[in-house]
């Protein structure tokens, strides 16, 4: 378990928890030096995950690309986001899987707009891109947040071997493995969690081999070790979850 992006400074980030997932690469992929000095600033088994940038998944219209420090002209911003079969989304995949590598990132995460719903157009593009990029030994999760189905996204994960992300107190993770749980508040990204709902959490977590919890929320750091020491404590009598564990924690009884 861990964060979605750096709560507090590397250094202590890294002695307390085994997971982050890189919100950076979503805004501007990072250069392939400043992944490098995190890998080797990391523990052996300190784990990335590296969330594709918003060029592949999100069109120009966003507000998120207000913070792209890459300048794009008119016919450029037709052709990035929603998974577009072009040149320029293929590339910026590429970029991203160096990166990956170089982190050596187990997982990437594919986070779409609400504005990305399931009309044939996306349907196709999305069916195009995951059919056609190299992957390599990655896993690729996708966090639909537009009107799609539980059947449709059944269905696209299993044909694209995708694993399904979701925050689970919205809905219910319908394919892949390992489970992979994004937290972003249940009002909001200004939200405490509370004991109960971290109870809560870890019977969603019951029963599943293997599960990843990011926290992205204002209190991320905070709910996370919290979130931590419950399962610790529910989990006392077999074995005890340390500092710095691999992040494939399973979270059942």
Known sequence: MGCCGWPVAQ???????????IQESFYNLPRPSTVERWRE??????????KAPQLVTHEATSPTYRRLRMRLSERQKRRYGAFTPTAEVFDAWRATLALATALRSKIVLFQC??????TPEHTVNLQTFFETVERGRLALAWEPRGKWTDAEIRGLCRRLDLIHCVDPFQRPSVWGAP???RLHGRAG?????????LEELRGF???RR???????????????RRFRRLLSVTHASSRMIEEGESVR???QK
């Open 11 to 21: 250094t202590r980030y890294f002695k307390t928890f085994g997971l982050v997932e």
């Open 41 to 50: 600033a990391a523990p052996a088994r300190f784990e990335f995950v590296l």
């Open 113 to 118: 707009p609400a504005s990305f719903t399931p």
């Open 179 to 181: 489970t992979y749980y």
């Open 189 to 197: 990204y200004h939200y405490r969690y509370s004991e109960a709902e």
């Open 205 to 207: 977590c019951r029963g």
């Open 210 to 224: 293997s599960v990843y919890v990011l926290f992205n929320n204002t209190e991320m750091f905070s709910d996370a």
């Open 249 to 251: 924690q399973p979270c």
